[in-house]
T-cell receptor, first 112, second 113 residues
Framework: DAGVIQSPRHEVTEMGQEVTLRCKPISGHDYLFWYRQTMMRGLELLIYFNNNVPIDDSGMPEDRFSAKMPNASFSTLKIQPSEPRDSAVYFC??????????FGAGSRLTVL | SQKIEQNSEALNIQEGKTATLTCNYTNYSPAYLQWYRQDPGRGPVFLLLIRENEKEKRKERLKVTFDTTLKQSLFHITASQPADSATYLCALLNSGGYQKVTFGTGTKLQVIP
């Protein structure tokens, strides 16, 4: 298995632009998580899905953030419009039991 | 408020010694606690899981203890090696039926040859 695959690995964009981050979880995993990591706040859970259904999005910072999981093999995290304070590394993780997480390599976002 | 606290300062240790990292939590009733390793530029990698009714878990040179009275977990690496240098994160799943895994901020370990 190739593991959890995220794209892009790096994204540099200007304030106000739309950003879309993508994730392909491990086949057979029924939980998918989106985390954000910064030096100041560490690893924060944004949202997680179970069987493609969003279960808890209380960590999504504001309405500019949205996440979808149209099928079991794909999820997106969208930021529109982006702001400099959104600069962070965004991780996707998947799990078959929601206890042992397998993380992707992350998407480093820089908003200028 | 809920908190998961790990030493924010880096831990420097001589090769061959035992490294001990601490994870303290407040206002959680964890069903289990996990430890992950994170190398620069990579995602965290799962190491060990310990359940609320377990006191200790071992895996090769790694040992985790879990004290629900003290609300603390200790993570030990015996016979440490430079390759063990990384950031180590603890994570909790709160009991209550929700599958929300919350992470501490991590402790950076540097093993000096």
């Amino acid at each position: 298995d190739a593991g959890v695959i995220q794209s892009p690995r790096h994204e540099v964009t200007e304030m106000g632009q739309e950003v879309t981050l993508r994730c392909k979880p491990i086949s057979g995993h029924d939980y998918l998580f989106w985390y954000r990591q910064t030096m100041m706040r560490g690893l924060e859970l944004l949202i997680y899905f179970n069987n493609n259904v969003p279960i808890d999005d209380s960590g999504m910072p504001e309405d500019r953030f949205s996440a979808k999981m149209p099928n079991a093999s794909f999820s997106t995290l969208k930021i529109q419009p982006s702001e400099p304070r959104d600069s962070a590394v965004y991780f996707c993780a998947s799990s078959s039991r929601a206890n042992v997480l397998t993380f992707g390599a992350g998407s480093r976002l820089t908003v200028l | 408020s809920q908190k998961i606290e790990q030493n924010s300062e880096a831990l420097n240790i001589q090769e061959g010694k035992t490294a001990t990292l601490t994870c303290n939590y407040t206002n959680y009733s964890p069903a289990y606690l996990q430890w992950y390793r994170q190398d620069p530029g990579r995602g965290p990698v799962f190491l060990l899981l310990i359940r609320e009714n377990e006191k200790e878990k071992r895996k090769e040179r790694l040992k985790v203890t879990f004290d629900t009275t003290l609300k603390q977990s200790l993570f030990h690496i015996t016979a440490s090696q430079p390759a063990d240098s990384a950031t180590y994160l603890c994570a909790l799943l709160n009991s209550g039926g929700y599958q929300k895994v919350t992470f501490g901020t991590g402790t950076k370990l540097q093993v000096i040859p």
